[in-house]
């Protein structure tokens, strides 16, 4: 599975307010075997591959020539651009379960607005028997560009990118399952988030940041051989298992005044 999304925000003013607001999201997910909610037995002899490669990339560009605002970024307070990618080799609990989403609005105290979504995954309890070689490998990049430049006034550039991955060879899910396996198991798990920020301003002031209040730029990578999940599992296996899993995050922010406040 393969997944890739493009966002491009460009705006340009002589005078006044110049914002452009870019966001994109990827997500791809496989598997090879998928046996889906309910008690499933599942029996594997053969090679299985799977792989999932997500991409989301974003730029925001904001120019005003004479005075005036020029702001950059994206969605700064739902993680900014994201790319997630899921590859799992034999699933035991596969499928949709039930979602609900709540939302609450609060009287008082500047009246509020929250919003929650909880998921309940499917569930089983499974018998998964391997005995052939299991390849799975997920990767997921989210590279992010914010530009503000603003000739007298102000220029801010605030932009933030999420990369998760999660790679597992076999997964058996919640419920009281029995994994057995003598096949060779691989999972290869890597995430690569990049935000960069420039601000630049000939008179005035100059701001180039990431949501560093929640964190920053995050990238998440997980890769594991057999995962039993929730519940009282018997897992036996009695072949070679490699798990892999890289996670990189770099950022920068450069804000740029020649006369005023960087």
């Known amino acids: 599975a393969e997944a890739t999304a493009r966002s491009l925000g460009v705006a340009l003013t002589a005078k006044g307010l110049s914002a452009a607001l870019s966001q994109s999201t990827a997500r791809a997910e496989s598997s090879a075997i998928r046996g889906g909610g309910g008690h499933d037995e599942i029996t594997n002899t053969a090679l299985l591959n799977s792989t999932a ?3 989301a990339q974003a730029a ?3 120019v005003t020539v004479e005075k005036g605002v020029a702001a950059a970024g994206n969605a700064v307070w739902d993680g900014g651009i994201t790319a997630e990618s899921t590859a799992v080799g034999i699933e035991g609990d596969g499928g949709d379960g039930k979602t ?20 309940e995954a499917a569930t089983g309890n499974d018998t998964i028997v391997n005995s052939g070689a299991i390849d ?46 003598t096949g060779a198991l691989t999972a290869d798990a890597t995430s690569l988030a990049v935000a960069v ?13 990431n949501n560093s209040w929640d964190g920053g730029v ?9 995962d039993g999940g929730a519940g009282f599992d018997s897992l036996t296996n009695a072949a070679e298992i490699s798990a892999h899993s890289r996670a990189t995050s770099p950022s920068a922010a450069v804000a740029i005044s020649a006369t005023g406040v960087p």
Not at 140 to 162: D, L, M
């Open 197 to 209: 920020n420039v601000g630049a301003v000939d008179k005035g002031l100059s701001m180039a940041a």
């Open 60 to 62: 925001s560009v904001a």
């Open 136 to 181: 799975a490998t997920a990767s997921a990049t989210a590279p992010e560009v914010s530009v503000a430049i603003s000739t007298k006034g102000v220029a801010a550039a605030v932009s933030t990118s999420t990369a998760k991955s999660s790679a597992s060879a076999i997964d058996a899910g919640d419920g009281n399952d029995e994994v057995s396996n």
């Open 100 to 119: 609900t989403k709540t939302l609450t609005l609060k009287t008082g105290g500047g009246g509020d607005i929250d919003k929650g979504e909880v998921k």
């Open 218 to 226: 995050k990238a998440d990578a997980r890769a594991r051989g057999v």
């Open 53 to 55: 490669t997500s991409s």
